[in-house]
């Protein structure tokens, strides 16, 4: 029963996006990463680019104290009521919350001494659209800090599903499977883009993590995987196949599992840090 193929995911219903606190457990990762590298100073104006449901943007608010002032930035409503409701809760008199696109942003120029996006940057329909208006509304001197998940993430997954692929004669998906591995684009990648949109790198942290799961089963109904994955996998194969294929890497997935005791999925990540001149 392929049951995750047929939920259909409202992100605009309040009890989905508040689903997301528990996905801060794959966003922890990476906010690991924000939270040892960041700089801590006094009076820092900080804008969070796509904060969602406020993670890390409160963990920054505790670290950097009531001299900091932070603004997080989401055009998902339902995400940043959630981030209200903790704001109230916290207390935080120093922080905002702006519903509004990076692309577009509702700021004046030269208002931040801090950008920081947190397993943003994979998830901006025009991120070159982003990274020029991070470079407007910092101050001169002011710095930008992003995590990502790149390109390698997750690979065992995708050794399955290429085999899975081949195995049932559908060689023509492979291409598009290969576009879907790289659209996470590579370390190298978001250097470029940083430096095309005017910032000086001055630091790159690569790290990785583990994602475990018990087989096939639990992976594919993982709900990271569903409200995060699987609409990118299904698009590779399209609907006419994707019972079969799916059913394929399950099954394939759990007889791995069986074999290694459990399945293991390795996450790469980068921190990268730049300067605006
Ligand atoms: C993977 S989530 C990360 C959320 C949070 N920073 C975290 O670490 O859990 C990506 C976020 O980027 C937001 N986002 C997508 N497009 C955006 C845009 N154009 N401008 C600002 N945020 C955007 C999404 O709404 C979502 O909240």
Same mark, same amino acid.
């Given at each position: 029963?392929?049951?995750?193929?047929?939920?259909?995911?409202?992100?605009?219903?309040?009890?989905?996006?508040?689903?997301?606190?528990?996905?801060?457990?794959?966003?922890?990762?990476?906010?690991?990463?924000?939270?040892?590298?960041?700089?801590?100073?006094?009076?820092?104006?900080?804008?969070?680019?796509?904060?969602?449901?406020?993670?890390?943007?409160?963990?920054?608010?505790?670290?950097?104290?009531?001299?900091?002032?932070?603004?997080?930035?989401?055009?998902?409503?339902?995400?940043?009521?959630?981030?209200?409701?903790?704001?109230?809760?916290?207390?935080?008199?120093?922080?905002?919350?702006? #519903? *509004?696109?990076?692309?577009?942003? +509702?700021?004046?120029?030269? &208002?931040?001494?801090?950008?920081? /996006?947190?397993? !943003? @940057?994979?998830?901006?329909?025009?991120?070159?659209?982003?990274?020029?208006?991070?470079?407007?509304?910092?101050?001169?001197?002011?710095?930008?800090?992003?995590?990502?998940?790149?390109?390698?993430?997750?690979?065992?997954?995708?050794?399955?599903?290429?085999?899975?692929?081949?195995? #049932? *004669?559908?060689?023509?998906?492979? +291409?598009?499977?290969?576009? &879907?591995?790289?659209?996470?684009? /590579?370390?190298? !990648? @978001?250097?470029?883009?940083?430096?095309?949109?005017?910032?000086?790198?001055?630091?790159?942290?690569?790290?990785?993590?583990?994602?475990?799961?018990?087989?096939?089963?639990?992976?594919?109904?993982?709900?990271?995987?569903?409200?995060?994955?699987?609409?990118?996998?299904?698009?590779?194969? *399209?609907?006419?196949?994707?019972?079969?294929?799916?059913?394929?890497?399950?099954?394939?997935?759990?007889?791995?599992?069986?074999?290694?005791?459990?399945?293991?999925?390795?996450?790469?990540?980068?921190?990268?840090?730049?300067?605006?001149?």
């Amino acid at each position: 029963m392929q049951d995750y193929l047929h939920r259909s995911i409202d992100l605009d219903d309040p009890a989905i996006a508040d689903t997301f606190d528990e996905l801060s457990l794959w966003s922890s990762h990476f906010g690991r990463l924000m939270v040892t590298h960041v700089p801590l100073k006094h009076h820092q104006k900080v804008l969070d680019v796509g904060c969602g449901n406020g993670f890390p943007l409160f963990e920054l608010a505790h670290m950097m104290g009531p001299t900091a002032h932070l603004t997080g930035l989401d055009p998902w409503e339902p995400a940043l009521a959630r981030a209200q409701r903790k704001k109230a809760a916290y207390g935080s008199a120093n922080i905002d919350l702006v #519903l *509004g696109d990076g692309a577009e942003m +509702p700021f004046d120029a030269a &208002q931040f001494d801090l950008i920081v /996006s947190n397993v !943003g @940057i994979n998830n901006f329909a025009d991120p070159e659209k982003v990274l020029a208006e991070c470079h407007r509304v910092l101050k001169p001197g002011g710095q930008i800090c992003m995590t990502s998940n790149v390109a390698g993430h997750m690979e065992e997954f995708y050794e399955v599903f290429a085999d899975a692929l081949k195995e #049932l *004669g559908f060689h023509d998906f492979l +291409p598009a499977l290969e576009r &879907q591995i790289a659209h996470r684009g /590579s370390v190298e !990648g @978001i250097i470029l883009r940083l430096e095309a949109s005017g910032f000086e790198v001055t630091q790159v942290v690569e790290d990785h993590f583990v994602m475990r799961f018990l087989d096939g089963s639990a992976l594919l109904r993982h709900w990271l995987v569903v409200v995060g994955f699987l609409d990118g996998w299904r698009s590779v194969i *399209g609907k006419k196949n994707e019972t079969a294929v799916f059913a394929r890497i399950e099954e394939k997935l759990t007889q791995l599992a069986e074999h290694q005791g459990e399945l293991k999925m390795t996450v790469p990540m980068v921190f990268v840090k730049g300067k605006k001149g």
